[in-house]
């Protein structure tokens, strides 16, 4: 019938069918919405009396991971010491990072970001790399927070420093969340300079970005409760709207001593660079704040401007799991060789324990369908088994289909270690990668969000087609028991048999546990197998939210500080 048609007439009869423009995201959010109803089948999660043995071997594997968790993170809250926390609260008389937080926040239900980062570097332990970040809410909006630890080397940023700041703002342009600066910083530690100030994602990473967020109206926000020295000057400079606190909030690129020693004059912090001065004289803050407790209050006033419609709080009562979380740590497996049905986790994560099961009868590997969590509809992806050629068009399938949807994803990522390939195996590998790179085209291009939970092996090619690290979830947590490295330990035997003078498997097992990976801000977090769908529920809200910013639009022209 097309082809009798004349040239254009067919494209000319589907414009005139085009539906009206949609309705601004700002409208309908103040219109009720009704959820289109569901009843997903009910996955069994029951324990077969088989795998008893491999339950409890799980389950003492977790115990001696949880026992780490919980060393690390009683040395998190210590941050600097005994000695630097009396040095920070009674001669300089400031409040601890964490009590700063609480007059900041509505509550301490925030969700804390990557809190194990800067243990085990080659330059020492740097508790919580010097820094806390995560995500908040703020007068009920949520806002990432950066918040340097003066009580960890002063305030000194170091490698890590910077890289776990760049990562909280990657987070807010990403998920577009306003972001809050409690900056008290010492600036750079310049014995490690070449590895904080040169490259493309160092220390200067951070001003650019802060440029670039306003561009694209993220709201950024500074309190200015501590020293603001060197490069740690132009991070209040660069915000949009800046609060300070008199007699310990100071802004200047070089400190009373490196005055004396350029110039012989004595000067005092104050009248360098304090609250007064930069208030009444040069201006670069907004706001004057007498006492700490002045300045959060400020700043939660601040947030509360910013051109946000929030949704009326949903008092649905949400469908609990029917098994207990608890029961997560006895599948939680010690090695891939421990692992069990996946079903028997996602029915612990999701709501009443449903999944619709898509091509549940195709390339059973990978465990693809829908669910909901915490009432957000959600598509799941699990690996249950090698990621094989049928799997993998499968995962690229599922991916395309969320993403057409706007469906935000949840990756179950338990990669199998990689086997050794022979020559007769060569066909059946080739279309296995060629399926496999279906699947990473897939997931690097899906717009939707994406969030990774590594539950147990995360090695090799496959965790790319399981949205690894470098394909850029908006976040990535990984489970005490998780192994993250390119060959599994245990398994690589057979590839380094030539190669023992290059590859070690005690090395392979020490740098490939989740702490080890952790501290060096591979990920988002080492999260206990129980919290994890409070967890994943608290960062579909946060994502959930750039749905409520009124106006998004490029501004005709950037604000520029005084």
Same mark, same amino acid.
């Given at each position: 019938?097309?082809?009798?048609?004349?040239?254009?007439?067919?494209?000319?009869? %589907?414009?005139? %069918?085009?539906?009206?423009?949609?309705?601004?995201?700002?409208?309908?959010?103040?219109?009720?919405?009704?959820?289109?109803?569901?009843?997903?089948?009910?996955?069994?999660?029951?324990?077969?009396?088989?795998?008893?043995?491999?339950?409890?071997?799980? @389950?003492?594997?977790?115990?001696?991971?949880?026992?780490?968790?919980?060393?690390?993170?009683?040395?998190?809250?210590?941050?600097?010491?005994?000695?630097?926390?009396?040095?920070?609260?009674?001669?300089?008389?400031?409040?601890?990072?964490?009590?700063?937080?609480?007059?900041?926040?509505?509550?301490?239900?925030? =969700?804390?970001?990557?809190?194990?980062?800067?243990?085990?570097?080659?330059?020492?332990?740097?508790?919580?790399?010097?820094?806390?970040?995560?995500?908040?809410?703020?007068?009920?909006?949520?806002?990432?927070?950066?918040?340097?630890?003066?009580?960890?080397?002063?305030?000194?940023?170091?490698?890590?420093?910077?890289?776990?700041?760049?990562?909280?703002?990657?987070?807010?342009?990403?998920?577009?969340?306003?972001?809050?600066?409690?900056?008290?910083?010492?600036?750079?530690?310049?014995? =490690?300079?070449?590895?904080? /100030?040169?490259?493309?994602?160092?220390?200067?990473?951070?001003?650019?970005?802060?440029?670039?967020?306003?561009?694209?109206?993220?709201?950024?926000?500074?309190?200015?409760?501590?020293?603001?020295?060197?490069?740690?000057?132009?991070?209040?400079?660069?915000? *949009?709207?800046?609060?300070?606190?008199?007699?310990?909030?100071?802004?200047?690129?070089?400190?009373?001593? =490196?005055?004396?020693?350029?110039?012989?004059?004595?000067?005092?912090? *104050?009248? =360098?660079?304090?609250?007064?001065?930069?208030?009444?004289?040069?201006?670069?803050?907004?706001?004057?704040? @007498?006492?700490?407790?002045?300045?959060?209050?400020?700043?939660?006033?601040?947030?509360?401007?910013?051109?946000?419609?929030?949704?009326?709080?949903?008092?649905?009562?949400?469908?609990?799991?029917?098994?207990?979380?608890?029961?997560?740590?006895?599948?939680?497996?010690?090695?891939?060789?421990?692992?069990?049905?996946?079903?028997?986790?996602?029915?612990?994560?999701?709501?009443?324990?449903?999944?619709?099961?898509?091509?549940?009868?195709?390339?059973?590997?990978?465990?693809?369908?829908?669910?909901?969590?915490?009432?957000?509809?959600?598509?799941?992806?699990?690996?249950?088994?090698?990621?094989?050629?049928?799997?993998?068009?499968?995962?690229?399938?599922?991916?395309?289909?969320?993403?057409?949807?706007?469906?935000?994803?949840?990756?179950?990522?338990?990669?199998?270690?990689?086997?050794?390939?022979?020559?007769?195996?060569?066909?059946?590998?080739?279309?296995?990668?060629?399926?496999?790179?279906?699947?990473?085209?897939?997931?690097?291009?899906?717009?939707?969000?994406?969030?990774?939970?590594?539950?147990?092996?995360?090695?090799?090619?496959?965790?790319?087609?399981?949205?690894?690290?470098?394909?850029?979830?908006?976040?990535? /947590?990984?489970?005490?028991?998780?192994?993250?490295?390119?060959?599994?330990?245990?398994?690589?035997? @057979?590839?380094?048999?030539?190669?023992?003078?290059?590859?070690?498997?005690?090395? %392979?097992?020490?740098?490939?546990?989740?702490?080890?990976?952790?501290?060096?801000?591979?990920?988002?977090?080492?999260?206990?197998?129980?919290?994890?769908?409070?967890?994943?529920?608290?960062?579909?809200?946060?994502?959930?939210?750039?749905?409520?910013?009124?106006?998004? *639009?490029?501004?005709?022209?950037?604000?520029?500080?005084?």
């Amino acid at each position: 019938t097309q082809e009798k048609l004349p040239h254009g007439t067919l494209k000319t009869q %589907l414009r005139g %069918l085009t539906p009206r423009p949609p309705i601004p995201r700002y409208m309908s959010s103040r219109a009720p919405r009704r959820r289109l109803p569901s009843a997903f089948p009910v996955l069994d999660g029951a324990f077969q009396p088989i795998h008893n043995h491999v339950f409890e071997e799980n @389950a003492r594997n977790s115990q001696v991971c949880l026992k780490r968790y919980m060393e690390l993170k009683k040395k998190v809250l210590n941050g600097g010491g005994v000695n630097a926390i009396a040095h920070h609260t009674q001669k300089n008389k400031k409040v601890l990072v964490r009590d700063r937080l609480r007059m900041l926040l509505d509550d301490e239900d925030y =969700l804390e970001l990557s809190p194990f980062a800067g243990f085990g570097l080659p330059y020492g332990d740097i508790p919580s790399a010097g820094c806390i970040t995560g995500i908040g809410k703020i007068n009920g909006l949520w806002c990432v927070f950066i918040a340097n630890d003066a009580t960890v080397k002063g305030g000194t940023a170091y490698p890590i420093t910077v890289k776990k700041q760049l990562r909280a703002q990657e987070v807010s342009m990403q998920n577009r969340l306003p972001c809050v600066y409690l900056v008290d910083s010492g600036g750079a530690f310049l014995p =490690l300079q070449s590895d904080i /100030f040169p490259d493309k994602n160092h220390g200067g990473r951070i001003f650019y970005n802060e440029a670039v967020m306003s561009a694209v109206k993220i709201p950024q926000v500074a309190l200015v409760c501590g020293s603001c020295t060197a490069g740690g000057a132009y991070v209040p400079t660069l915000a *949009e709207e800046v609060v300070i606190v008199h007699s310990i909030g100071t802004i200047f690129l070089a400190g009373p001593p =490196l005055v004396k020693a350029a110039t012989g004059e004595e000067v005092i912090p *104050e009248d =360098l660079g304090g609250a007064t001065l930069h208030s009444e004289v040069s201006g670069c803050v907004d706001h004057f704040a @007498a006492v700490e407790s002045e300045g959060y209050e400020c700043t939660r006033n601040i947030i509360s401007t910013l051109n946000f419609e929030l949704p009326e709080e949903n008092t649905t009562e949400v469908e609990e799991p029917l098994y207990s979380a608890e029961e997560l740590m006895g599948l939680a497996p010690k090695s891939y060789n421990y692992s069990m049905d996946v079903r028997l986790i996602v029915c612990r994560l999701t709501d009443g324990s449903q999944l619709q099961e898509f091509k549940a009868r195709y390339g059973t590997t990978l465990l693809t369908g829908f669910a909901r969590i915490e009432g957000h509809q959600v598509g799941i992806v699990a690996n249950n088994g090698e990621l094989t050629y049928e799997a993998s068009l499968k995962g690229s399938h599922f991916v395309q289909l969320c993403d057409q949807r706007d469906i935000p994803l949840i990756f179950l990522q338990n990669t199998a270690p990689q086997p050794v390939h022979t020559l007769s195996q060569a066909e059946m590998n080739t279309n296995r990668l060629k399926a496999q790179g279906s699947m990473m085209s897939a997931v690097a291009c899906a717009s939707t969000p994406k969030i990774t939970v590594v539950i147990g092996g995360c090695h090799g090619g496959d965790s790319y087609a399981m949205c690894g690290r470098a394909f850029d979830p908006n976040f990535l /947590f990984l489970w005490p028991n998780a192994r993250v490295s390119i060959l599994a330990p245990g398994h690589a035997d @057979a590839l380094v048999q030539e190669e023992r003078e290059t590859v070690h498997i005690n090395e %392979l097992k020490k740098e490939s546990t989740a702490f080890f990976s952790s501290g060096r801000l591979w990920d988002d977090g080492v999260i206990l197998p129980q919290d994890t769908r409070k967890v994943l529920g608290k960062c579909l809200k946060i994502i959930k939210q750039q749905e409520y910013q009124l106006s998004k *639009e490029k501004p005709k022209s950037q604000l520029f500080r005084l």
